[in-house]
């Protein structure tokens, strides 16, 4: 049974809500009034709400529910709105096309649940309730990692995850798309990344060592189907962060061409395993070239204002061994191998930042970074705090609140995941997102935080949603303004499951799959 006061249960929680008497009715009698610019809010409001509920939106001069663009709303921001639901008409405006895009979400989870359906659904007054709301994030990162390199999902599928993150304010999709498992990401000029790279000889449905399906695994994108993706989550307000690690995650493309790994007599077959692999790319002026070809390629497929390289994780045994890669580090002046990963990730990064983009890369630890990146550290909020006091823009990622791999609480019936202690509803609720003490501006360098859906134990959507949902609603409802407190949240989450049910999220029980146990996190 549907709760029966969907503004009672609205997540993210708006900035300021007011609830009137009554309600507006949407029929087939209903037309928009679209001001200028508004049009793609328009088009999307009609494209979520025509399958359940059937009706049209015309537009008209003399419609009753507006859409209206007005820059002089500049209080609003990048992604704020204002919406007026009355007894005679709805008013929904904003400062920027984001921002309707933002309130368009919050009609879709003011309507009744049943709205969210992907079928026809009879019967139900598709009315929303007497409201006004002023609404704008705190946050301007809110997102969420899909891992598909450790196993692939299709781009049908990725449509759909964006839109889950579009109904919950989300505006990041990060896409993992290479990594020592697989390499997902086509680049015309290096076509085995994916004819070879793209595929391993096993499922990897066990740890390390243990029980493998023996099935090939793989899959890889067209350069088309990634334009259509990046195109479709701009239309709902998301942008899609591409990610291309190096120069540790590699395996897969040492796979497909050992010329660029640290012994090119070797050959080497996609990775089975995971956790941290040995195998990093060599340090030679045509690996250099190889890294500047695939990112010119990411950087013409995806527009986005950041592109992730990746950066953790990189043992240096092969460049200790390597004569080759000591040369590399004599030669550049440095202290030894271990610094050539420092030197590495600069050159990386500089070519990002020389097209005009922002690099992003993993912090593992308090180690200098290149002046110019986005840091996302995972293993210790302290690093955070360092990277932001020495004046990097900082994601938050610690893993022990936003790392959705690891399992959703200890009972038996959980499938497999990352060993480590749980990270529950509370803890995800729990992310930092205080700034560091460093000062005037450190309060900016926080932009926000991101949930991370690692999948080398999952290999189905079905999977990934029940390790997303309930979690990532409360990430976005921190990240969004997450002010009100949990008692509330968790209140106004009761009535938000209907709508995971609507949408067909199997939030509560678990997928049935082969059970192994968990091995070490990434």
Known sequence: MFPSRPEQALVPLPRKLSVRGGHFRLDAGTRLRVTPGAGPAAALLRTLLAPATG???????????????????????????????????????????????????????????????????????????????????????????????????????????????????????????????????????????????????????????????????????????????????????????????????????????????????????????????ENVLGTGDHVLEFVRAVLDEVLDVFPSPHVHIGGDECPTTEWERSPAARARAAREGLTGPRALHSWFLARTAGHVTRAGRRPVVWAEDGLALPPEVTVMSWRDPAHAAVAARRGHPVVQVDHRSTYLDYARGTGPEEPPAQ?????????????????????????????GAQAQVWTEFVRTPAHIEYLAFPRLCALAERVWDGTSGWPDFAARLTGHTARLDALGIPHATPPTQHRTPATTPR
């Not at 889950?164 to 990060?174: G, I, P, R, S």
């Not at 790279?197 to 493998?212: C, N, T, V, Y």
């Not at 480590?420 to 003490?437: F, K, M, S, T, W």
């Open 55 to 277: 009706l049209a939106l015309p537009a008209a001069e003399d419609g009753a529910f507006v859409l209206a663009l007005d820059p002089a709303l500049t209080g609003l921001g990048e992604e704020g709105y204002g919406l007026t639901v009355s007894r005679q008409g709805v008013l929904l405006r904003a400062g920027r096309p984001a921002g309707l895009l933002r309130g368009v979400q919050t009609m879709r989870q003011l309507l009744p649940y049943e709205a969210l359906s992907a079928e026809p659904v009879r019967g139900v007054a598709w009315e929303l309730p007497a409201v006004e709301i002023t609404d704008l994030p705190r946050h301007p990162w809110r997102g969420s990692l899909l891992d598909v390199a450790r196993h692939f999902q299709p781009v049908s599928y990725l449509r759909r995850y964006v839109d889950l993150l579009a109904l919950h304010k989300m505006n990041v999709l990060h896409l993992h798309l290479t990594d020592d498992q697989g390499w997902r990401m086509p680049v015309p000029a290096w076509p085995r990344l994916t004819e070879v790279g793209g595929w391993r000889a096993e499922s990897m449905i066990g740890p390390e060592g243990d029980r493998f399906d023996g099935v090939p695994h793989g899959g890889s994108y067209t350069t088309a189907e990634l334009r259509q993706l990046v195109a479709y989550a701009a239309e709902r307000g998301v942008t899609v962060l591409p990610e291309i690690n190096v120069p540790g995650h590699v395996r897969a493309a040492l796979a497909a061409y050992p010329e660029l790994g640290n012994d090119p007599s070797r050959r080497l077959g996609v990775w089975t395993r995971w956790g941290v692999c």
């Open 419 to 447: 060993v480590g202690p749980p990270v529950d509803l509370r803890a995800v609720y729990g992310v930092d997102l205080a700034p560091p003490d460093a000062g005037p501006g450190a309060a900016a360098r926080v932009l």
